[in-house]
Nanobody, 125 residues
Framework: QVQLVESGGGLERAGGSLRLSCAAS????????MGWFRQAPGKEREFVAAITWRGGRTLYADPVRGRFTISRDNAKNTVYLEMNSLRPEDTAVYYC??????????????????WGQGTQVTVSS
């Protein structure tokens, strides 16, 4: 069993930066692919970025590529999402998720086994 706790959300102006963290419990964190998803009001939850367990591969959704960076520190059981050049359309609840089964990166919500409670990110124009 893995528990995920996100932090680092908040209110930021357009063009600013935020760094989200996701702290995981469990001995096998280092073997999971980790992802970030987001859900804006009235919209479906969508894939943002993910990283394989060794950090060798990453994948980004088109709207965030070049602005967001995902990374992980397996020694600290933590995955990060560095968000730069924030836009109002980045406003959403951001969720951390863990995929225990696949060594490749999936963008499908249903492929992720564990989820955090989410952290709110609000970007003002």
């Amino acid at each position: 069993q893995v528990q995920l706790v996100e932090s680092g959300g908040g209110l930021e102006r357009a063009g600013g930066s935020l760094r989200l963290s996701c702290a995981a419990s469990g001995r096998t964190f280092g073997t999971y692919t980790m992802g970030w998803f987001r859900q804006a009001p009235g919209k479906e939850r969508e894939f943002v970025a993910a990283i394989t367990w060794r950090g060798g591969r990453t994948l980004y959704a088109d709207p965030v590529r070049g602005r967001f960076t995902i990374s992980r520190d397996n020694a600290k059981n933590t995955v990060y999402l560095e968000m730069n050049s924030l836009r109002p359309e980045d406003t959403a609840v951001y969720y951390c998720a863990a995929d225990r089964a696949r060594s490749y990166i999936s963008v499908r919500l249903e492929d992720y086994d564990y989820w955090g409670q989410g952290t709110q990110v609000t970007v003002s124009s």
